[in-house]
């Protein structure tokens, strides 16, 4: 494997910045049709907001980790580097906690009863929300300067089923439910076919796991594309017209006549465009800022839960550790929990927030709810392992970027328009599975598709 770290002065006809999923399958697309690429990151590593870690003889996933049906683009990469999935665990019985206590399962299913329908109504809200231009939807103002908590507290009565739902919904989306647009939340789920598809395991996008994690995925586009991915290589300036662009990075310059940028909108704002970006896509940058997350991973001897019956899944309502699940993977025998921290409880726990004891001050709370959902087994991994999305540099936070309420029709058009030579990807940009690996791969494919057209 001969990826560069650091640069070389070089030229090229096309310059990838990022080398997450987007970036990966723009530059695999470019190379196969002949051009040459090079793929700048800025990390050590490859597969963006995706990350696979050593956890004590088990593997952990500290970002993205699921895939489902309706996924082609990422389904056919597994099948084509011969790399195994298998169904995420969902056997046994799941737990809803609220009040301090464990539901009973004829309350729990009633309750579940009822956020489904909701989610159902919120389903048929978004089938007319136009997948690639949201904005230009039918009530897209109304639905845009409309948040979630506000449709929640006119549209649901029952005190139990609002917060269940709120609590699903902003873990689904990082961001508290006042800072959401209803618009933002229909078109996730538009791109998603549907909401119930987005939040499900079974039929829906956490179905399914990939062997050695997702990045493996990442990893072995990488490694077919070779030197041509230069890691340890940040952009730090680029400069841009109708005819080509010069990259700055730390020790050297690239030239190149098109640019694929793969990141996050916001993710953009470290780069110094000279000239100045346009303004639409200047407010794509500013007003669509990554959500709030932190994922706990906690290691056990052996998945102790599944003797009594338990399937690992918790939706806890009391907070602040709101979701569980068992993602302990069939080769390794050992037991791992899975958690997340969201929106608001993310930041109040946030690294910056509690300093350098963050990890320390997580871990203990997590396990305190743990020993309450699995009893005190739970109270002694064998290992813990905690990521806090926003401390991570040239990322800085997750799942995806989320559009401020209000901001669609200003930002919205900014997000994918070609500019001169720069070209723009990242699963933000996606209008199938946005937020997703699947997104990710199928923006790096229009991003390259527009540049060879730019081409002829």
């Not at 910045?17 to 196969?32: E, N, P, Y």
Request: charged share 20%.
């Amino acid at each position: 494997m001969r990826w560069w770290r650091g640069t070389r002065r070089s030229q090229v006809d096309v310059v990838v910045v990022g080398a997450g999923f987007a970036g990966l399958a723009a530059a695999q697309a470019l190379s196969d049709a002949g051009l040459d690429v090079v793929v700048l990151e800025a990390a050590d590593r490859v597969g963006g907001r995706t990350w696979t870690v050593d956890g004590a003889g088990t593997w952990l996933e500290l970002g993205g980790m699921w895939t489902g049906p309706g996924q082609p683009l990422l389904s056919a990469l597994v099948d084509r580097y011969g790399l195994q999935s298998f169904p995420q665990h969902d056997e046994g019985r799941s737990l809803l906690v609220e009040s301090g206590g464990i539901l009973d399962d004829a309350s729990t299913d009633v309750r579940w009863a009822e956020v489904d329908r909701y989610v159902a109504v919120l389903d048929d809200l978004a089938r007319p929300v136009l997948k690639d231009a949201p904005w230009q939807s039918p009530g897209a103002a109304e639905l845009d300067a409309l948040t979630l908590d506000r449709w929640l507290a006119d549209e649901v009565g029952d005190v139990g089923v609002r917060h269940q739902l709120e609590v699903v919904l902003t873990e689904l989306m990082c961001v508290p439910a006042d800072e959401l647009s209803l618009l933002t939340l229909l078109h996730a789920a538009a791109t998603s076919g549907t909401l119930a598809a987005a939040l499900g395991v079974q039929d829906g996008a956490q179905e399914r796991r990939v062997a050695q994690g997702i990045a493996a995925v990442a990893e072995a586009m990488a490694h077919e594309l070779g030197d041509r991915v230069r890691l340890d290589a940040p952009v730090e300036r680029l400069s841009w017209n109708d005819d080509g662009a010069i990259i700055d990075l730390p020790d050297g310059a690239v030239l190149a006549r098109h640019v694929v940028v793969a990141m996050a909108p916001s993710s953009c704002e470290a780069i110094d465009f000279e000239p100045v970006l346009p303004m639409q896509r200047t407010e794509a940058q500013r007003r669509m800022p990554l959500g709030s997350v932190v994922k706990v991973c906690a290691v056990y001897d052996r998945p102790f839960w599944r003797d009594a019956g338990l399937s690992g899944a918790v939706l806890d309502l009391d907070g602040p550790f709101s979701h569980c699940l068992d993602v302990s993977s069939p080769d390794s025998g050992l037991g791992v929990l899975v958690s997340f921290l969201a929106a608001r409880a993310a930041r109040e726990l946030s690294d910056a927030a509690l300093g350098p004891a963050a990890s320390d001050v997580r871990r203990e709370r997590f396990l305190e709810r743990a020993t309450r959902w699995f009893g005190s087994q739970a109270a002694e991994p064998v290992h813990y392992r905690d990521l806090d999305w926003s401390s991570v540099a040239g990322v800085g936070g997750g799942y995806s970027g989320v559009m401020r309420p209000g901001a669609w029709a200003e930002a919205g058009p900014g997000l994918t328009a070609a500019i001169g030579c720069l070209h723009w990807a990242g699963s933000e940009t996606a209008s199938e599975w946005t937020g997703y690996v699947e997104g990710a791969l199928s923006s790096g494919r229009r991003a390259a598709a527009e540049v060879l057209a730019a081409r002829t």
